[in-house]
């Protein structure tokens, strides 16, 4: 029987089962800590919204548009209505036109301008803005013969009156004639002579004079209703 040398024991190094706990637990942390949150449909919002502050930014934006729209208004252009014939063919009763305020700061008012002027005090009716087309300026003669205009004596071309003669029934007011003709006024210094194409239904320089440059509120140049007859004036 032969004997046989006992094998030397194994140097098994003994493992601290602890730390390898504790490192399981570190990445299980560091898991945690690394993943993506995961959106659960039954979490409530994290803050409602602020229907106060969102209603007052609101009625910022309103009250910032309405400054915009005075502001436009007031200085620079209007829309305007137009309540009569006066101006026909040109314009009919129930038209809007645009108005440009600032026509008249950068440059003069000139013939046959379509202009909205404040009411004179001795016009007739309550309507505070007469629409009416300039014929003369300051220094020029208007004169009516035959139905005719006459511009300085020369016959004034008016296509749009659609051939409507035009008279006077009366001593125009507040000319600067030195001998006051029936049918003849001098346009003061200052001021124009303004009459509607429909010179039949007008009631314009013809009754009530010229009117002060000063009192005109701006230029019609658009016609902006109804649709069908958009265009310049």
Known sequence: MTNT??????????IDVNKIDDVNKIDAEVDENDAEPIDDPGQENADPPN????LAEWILIAIIALGISLLIRSFLMQAYYIPSTSMAQTLQGDDRVLVNKLSYRFGDVGYGDVIVFARPANAPGTINDFIK????LPGDTVSFAGGQVYVNGEPLDEPYVNGSPTYVNGRV??????????????????MVFVMGDNRLASTDSRFFGPIEMDSIVGRAFIKIWPPGSVGLL
């Open 173 to 190: 007011m507040n000319c600067a004639n030195e001998t006051y003709r029936i049918d003849t006024c001098l346009v003061p210094s200052g």
């Open 51 to 54: 229907l106060v502050r969102t």
């Open 133 to 136: 087309r300039v014929i003369a």
């Open 5 to 14: 040398e006992a094998s030397p024991p194994l140097n098994v190094q003994e």
